[in-house]
T-cell receptor
Framework: NAGVTQTPKFQVLKTGQSMTLQCAQD?????MYWYRQDPGMGLRLIYY???????DKGEVPNGYNVSRLNKREFSLRLESAAPSQTSVYFC????????????FGQGTRLTVV | SQQGEEDPQALSIQEGENATMNCSYK?????LQWYRQNSGRGLVHLIL?????REKHSGRLRVTLDTSKKSSSLLITASRAADTASYFC??????????????FGQGTTLQVKP
């Protein structure tokens, strides 16, 4: 039982390049989230999906797109990477409709140069 | 702005002492949760307290919730060097259809010196 799996673990992009961060969960949860973590800023919500087929903006959605491909997978896409998107990205999947416990992936450390 | 604000931002104590961290939030909530993050790792759930509860215990952890003040505290008793980590509060905000967002605070970095 892997829980939440994120790929890749590390990535370096040049400004303007695009990439997709992948996330998969095997817990049969409805909800999946993408956060970014910057020093001194805690975790900020980028996008979330409360159920298959729905996505909603979080606190910092600009510059990102998401796809809830099926119940297991939720991807985050950077269409044109900017240095301000240098961060550690976490995928999470909370349990239940009231988000009672979130399970996190190991994170993707992204550097945009 | 973020839902949860934590205080202090950093805390350094000796092994065996108690550590107290506080969290304030802004909107109505279903529950409040505390998470731990070791350096370079994902967050791990520690404990959840529901909006109709005032206090909860789990091992060396004690969480309180005051919904009138929109605040919570996490107490770690008899701290150990292995407790060194960052601690985050997260609020399950009430949203439409009871599927509110899970929003995290900025975290408290705890250092426990041997």
């Amino acid at each position: 039982n892997a829980g939440v799996t994120q790929t890749p673990k590390f990535q370096v992009l040049k400004t303007g390049q695009s990439m997709t961060l992948q996330c998969a969960q095997d817990m049969n949860h409805n909800s999946m989230y993408w956060y970014r973590q910057d020093p001194g800023m805690g975790l900020r919500l980028i996008y979330y999906s409360a159920s298959e087929g729905t996505t909603d903006k979080g606190e910092v959605p600009n510059g990102y797109n998401v796809s809830r491909l099926n119940k297991r997978e939720f991807s985050l896409r950077l269409e044109s990477a900017a240095p301000s998107q240098t961060s550690v990205y976490f995928c999470a999947s909370p349990r239940g409709v009231r988000n009672t416990e979130a399970f996190f992936g190991q994170g993707t450390r992204l550097t945009v140069v | 702005s973020q839902q949860g604000e934590e205080d202090p931002q950093a805390l350094s104590i000796q092994e065996g002492e108690n550590a107290t961290m506080n969290c304030s939030y802004k909107t109505s909530i279903n529950n409040l949760q505390w998470y731990r993050q070791n350096s370079g790792r994902g967050l791990v759930h520690l404990i959840l307290i529901r909006s109709n509860e005032r206090e909860k215990h789990s091992g060396r952890l004690r969480v309180t919730l005051d919904t009138s003040k929109k605040s919570s505290s996490l107490l770690i008793t008899a701290s150990r060097a292995a407790d060194t980590a960052s601690y985050f509060c997260a609020t399950g905000a009430i949203g439409s259809g009871n599927t509110g967002k899970l929003i995290f605070g900025q975290g408290t970095t705890l250092q426990v010196k041997p």
